[in-house]
């Protein structure tokens, strides 16, 4: 069985632009979970969304967006990329729709450098 | 929010010595996992222990969900075992995981 697919993996942009990150999670997992990883803030969660809807959401500004699609793939775009967004963006899978009953498995990550 | 602390900061061990790797958290949890971070970054999954102890080959993990803390042990260390260690938590059904600081290994030949 395939693991969590992100893609891509490294993103140059610079300030001002927007991007978008992809995640296939593992097949029949409903449950798609994003966070951000810098070295002064560590890993801070992002959004979380089960069966498309947005059960969750972290402490980011509006600019840091997401959604899910029905095969349960997810997005999330940042627009107006600041040099503070320059971080390594991990999306996790979990099976269940109760994330505190079931492991959370983690793709590769996306390095997105914002020059 | 729950607080989650991860001692020591680093660690430097020779090829071979045992280590104790320590989660501490501020309220009780649902979840609680144990992941390695690669050199690419990815985050492994070690161990899924809201309570109990479970062994995996030279790694095991105990979790003392009463007195709020885990331990990660590793015995027999490798250089392959280096890397930044994370214990995460989650204390509600549909929460965030909410990571520690982690616990830099560096394990010398």
Redesign the interface.
Known sequence: KAGVTQTPRYLIKTRGQQVTLSCSPISGHRSV?W?Q?TPGQ??Q?LF?Y?SETQ??K?NFPGRFSGRQFSNSRSEMNVSTLELGDSA?Y?C?SSIG?????????????T?LSVL | GIQVEQSPPDLILQEGANSTLRCNFSDSV??L?W?HQNP??????LF?IPSGTKQNGRLSATTVATERYSLLYISSSQTTDSGVY?C?V?T????????G??ITLSVRP
Do not use: D, H, V
């Open positions: 979970s966070y990883q560590g890993l969660f979380e089960f059960r969750n972290g390594l991990l996790a729709q109760q994330l505190a009953k079931n492991i959370q498995y983690f793709g590769a990550g390095r | 649902n979840n996992q992941f690419w970054g990815q985050l492994i999954n899924y994370f995460a989650i509600g059904a549909n929460s965030k995981l909410t990571f600081k982690g």
